[in-house]
């Protein structure tokens, strides 16, 4: 049975090179891991230990797939959002009724 950081430390060193990704079934982790049964804390360490070195693992609800890619280094507004409101704290607010002079 190997650890979660074993098993990421092997994913690492299979798939670094796979740019696009590579997903796996419930029965394909459960092989490849030596495992029979693992919780969430199990993806949630290999998660965390493969982020360490560029790369990220999730499953899906169902935990019936579970996905292994690259983590992007790019921030989604060297992209631009051309239809991005201006970023402002400051919200004008109408008088209230009560606050306003007699007319």
Same mark, same amino acid.
């Given at each position: 049975?190997?650890s979660?950081?074993e098993f ?5 060193e299979r798939? %670094?090179?796979? #740019?696009?990704g590579v ?5 394909d ?5 030596? %495992?029979?049964r693992?919780?969430?804390e ?20 169902? #935990?019936?797939? *579970?996905?292994? *890619?690259?983590?992007p280094?790019?921030h989604?507004?060297? %992209? ?5 409101e201006p970023?402002?704290?400051?919200h ?5 009724k009560r606050?306003?002079?007699?007319q």
């Amino acid at each position: 049975m190997k650890s979660a950081k074993e098993f990421a430390g092997w994913l690492h060193e299979r798939f %670094r090179e796979v #740019r696009s990704g590579v997903y796996f079934t419930k029965n394909d982790i459960a092989t490849l891991s030596g %495992r029979q049964r693992f919780t969430q804390e199990f993806i949630t360490d290999i998660h965390y230990e493969l982020a360490l070195q560029g790369m990220g693992f999730v499953t899906d609800t169902h #935990r019936e797939k *579970f996905y292994l *890619f690259h983590l992007p280094t790019e921030h989604w507004q060297t %992209r631009g959002d051309h239809y991005q409101e201006p970023v402002s704290n400051i919200h004008l607010m109408p008088p209230a009724k009560r606050n306003l002079p007699p007319q």
